[in-house]
């Protein structure tokens, strides 16, 4: 099993632009979730799913937007950065049955 | 919703001493209590965790403790070594049927040799 993965490692933007940051797992969990991590600030959910078709919003989801068509993959659209989006960016999956959170490796990035 | 407050924000250790890190939560119905270590660059990675029917548990030299009258847990790290130099998130939920795990800001640790 690759476990959780994230493209890209690293990604600078301009202010504007839009990107998606891809999240995929192997493991057939149903579910999964986005967080960002800033300095001092521990780790804060943005968007979680709990299956293909179904999301919802976590403590902080502005200007960032979701979607699950299938169980494997969850991308993270950015529709217009801005640089209070520069992050280190942290997808998440559990299967329902555990609590245990499995973490993909982040995508640092900056927003110039 | 849920606040987790976690202290120290760093600690300082000489190796082989002892270090707890401390955290409170807010909401009564939190009973998941999972701790992550996250090495510089790296991603948060599961430690050890305790279920709101249990007062203690251990892995070697790593303990949890919770006490759920105070609404506070704490990490325990005995005979502390280099490689524990890291930052330890806690965390809470309301367990497998809940989807939000809220986090503390996080402690620095750093063991000196």
């Known amino acids: 099993n690759a476990g959780v993965t994230q493209t890209p490692k690293f990604q600078v933007l301009k202010t504007g632009q839009s990107m998606t940051l891809q999240c995929a797992q192997d493991?057939?969990?149903?579910?999964m979730s986005w967080y960002r991590q800033d300095p001092g600030m521990g780790l804060r959910l943005i968007h979680y799913s709990v299956g293909a078709g179904i999301t919802d919003q976590g403590e902080v989801p502005n200007g960032y937007n979701v979607s699950r068509s299938t169980t494997e993959d969850f991308p993270l659209r950015l529709l217009s950065a801005a640089p209070s989006q520069t992050s280190v960016y942290f997808c998440?999956?559990?299967?329902?049955?555990?609590?245990?959170?499995?973490f993909g490796p982040g995508t640092r990035l900056t927003v110039l | 919703g849920e606040n987790v407050e976690q202290h120290p924000s760093t600690l300082s250790v000489q190796e082989g001493d002892s270090a707890v890190i401390k955290c409170t939560y807010s909401?009564?119905?939190?009973?998941?209590f999972p701790w992550y270590k996250q090495e510089l660059g790296k991603r948060p990675q599961l430690i050890i965790d305790i279920r709101s029917n249990v007062g203690e548990k251990k892995d070697q030299r790593i303990a949890v403790t919770l006490n759920k009258t105070a609404k506070h847990f704490s990490l325990h790290i005995t005979e502390t070594q280099p490689e524990d130099s890291a930052v330890y998130f806690c965390?809470?939920?309301?367990?497998?049927?809940?989807?939000?795990?809220?986090f503390g800001k996080g402690t620095k640790l750093s063991v000196i040799p």
């Open positions: 493991m057939n969990h149903e579910y």
């Open positions: 909401d009564s119905a939190s009973n998941y």
């Open positions: 998440a999956s559990r299967p329902f049955t555990t609590d245990t959170q499995y």
């Open positions: 965390a809470a939920s309301k367990g497998a049927g809940s989807y939000q795990l809220t």
